[in-house]
Structure formats: structure tokens, C-alpha cells
């Protein structure tokens, strides 16, 4: 595919991604997709930043994967932050989870956990993961810090019957030379990871 085919094509996508967000089209199909009389059969929720692999090596093929045309090439974007940037060892602090610009960018996972944990919901998920697939990223570890409407759903999610497997990838970032002892944000609330 020429290159300028393939930029107007992926701005194309942009456009058209940018339009489901803020209608909010993406929430609506989830939910409706949950509900346990559309598919009986759905088991399992995959959260990831990483559905795109590599150029031609996609992690999930998706639909929408599937249907790119032969030799697009595109950049891939990560939907997470990372630990720090890619050239520089120097992990970055995470930004409070109390900031709607910061928790925006976890939009698939508060998505997610908001309409799971929704009691009027009736769904058949017991496998729920949000996967890093060994990125230098994860869910901003700020969401234990405080109670907050995301973690909540989250303990609610957790409580519900049927729940098998749960994998849950968080960025620690500048953590990772902490002692045990200061990581008591694990210990919040009534569902200590």
C-alpha cells in the first residue's frame, strides 16, 4: 500500500475511533455484548495495550486487524503509560489516580470493570484480565492509594460469583526500589490485593 493510501487510511481510523469515544459507542457495545442472553458462550474479558503486537504481528487479530488492507503500515500506539521512557532506565513516577486526565488514559479498564461489577448486569465472565503481554506498563498502581469509584468496582468485581482467573498488570514504576513496608496502598479497603 503507497504510503500516502496508507496515511489517510490510518487517519481515516483516528477519525473514526475519536467518533466512537466520544459518543461513547464502545461502553454501549460492551454492555451489550455482556448481557447473558447476546452470547451465552462469552467467558472472557482481555484488557490490553498491546492488541496490535508488531507491524503484521498482531497480538489478537481482530476484526478490525483483519480487515486493514495488505502492506498497511501504521504506527502502533500503546494505550497505557509506561514505567519510564523507552530510552531512558530512569522509571517515571505515576500521576495520582484522583486526576480525570490520568484516569482517562485506563478507559478500556474502568470501562470494564465499571459495567462487570454493575449487580443489574447478568454476564457468564470468569476470566478477567488486564495484561501488560510484558510491556513496560500496567494499570497506574495509584488506583489502591485512596478509595475511589474504580477500585470499588474492581472489589465488586472480584466478589462476584463465578470469577476463576483475574490477571491484573500494574506499573510500578519508580517503586521497584521500595521496601515492602511502603507499599501499604495494597492494604486499602475491605479487598486487599
Known amino acids: 500500500m503507497p504510503s500516502r493510501e496508507a496515511l489517510s487510511y490510518y487517519n481515516s481510523l483516528v477519525q473514526q475511533q ?14 451489550y455484548a455482556l448481557q447473558e442472553s447476546r452470547f451465552p458462550h462469552l467467558e472472557k474479558v482481555t484488557v490490553t495495550p498491546a492488541a496490535h503486537g508488531f507491524l503484521f504481528f498482531p497480538l489478537y487479530e481482530t476484526p478490525m486487524i483483519r480487515a486493514f488492507p495488505y502492506g498497511f503500515v501504521y504506527p502502533i500506539q500503546r494505550g497505557w503509560s509506561c514505567a519510564g521512557h523507552v530510552y531512558d532506565d530512569a522509571p517515571q513516577p505515576a500521576e495520582p489516580w484522583e486526576d480525570e486526565e490520568e484516569k482517562r488514559k485506563w478507559r ?19 476470566q478477567l484480565s488486564f495484561d501488560n503481554n510484558k510491556l513496560a506498563t500496567g494499570i497506574n498502581h495509584l488506583i489502591f492509594n485512596q478509595p475511589n469509584e474504580e477500585y470499588d468496582n474492581l472489589c465488586r468485581t472480584l466478589e462476584r460469583p463465578g470469577l476463576k482467573s483475574f490477571t491484573l498488570s500494574l506499573v510500578m514504576g519508580y517503586l521497584s526500589g521500595w521496601d515492602a513496608e511502603e507499599w501499604n ?3 486499602m479497603g475491605d479487598c486487599a490485593v
Not at 475519536?18 to 454492555?31: H, L, M, P, T, Y
Not at 470494564?112 to 454476564?123: I, N, Q, S, W
Request: charged share 30%.
Open 108 to 126: 478500556g479498564f474502568r470501562i470494564v470493570l465499571r459495567h462487570l461489577a454493575d449487580p443489574k448486569l447478568p454476564h457468564n465472565i470468569s
Open 18 to 31: 475519536d467518533n466512537v469515544i466520544e459518543s461513547g459507542a464502545d461502553e454501549q457495545a460492551f454492555r
Open 185 to 187: 496502598f495494597f492494604k
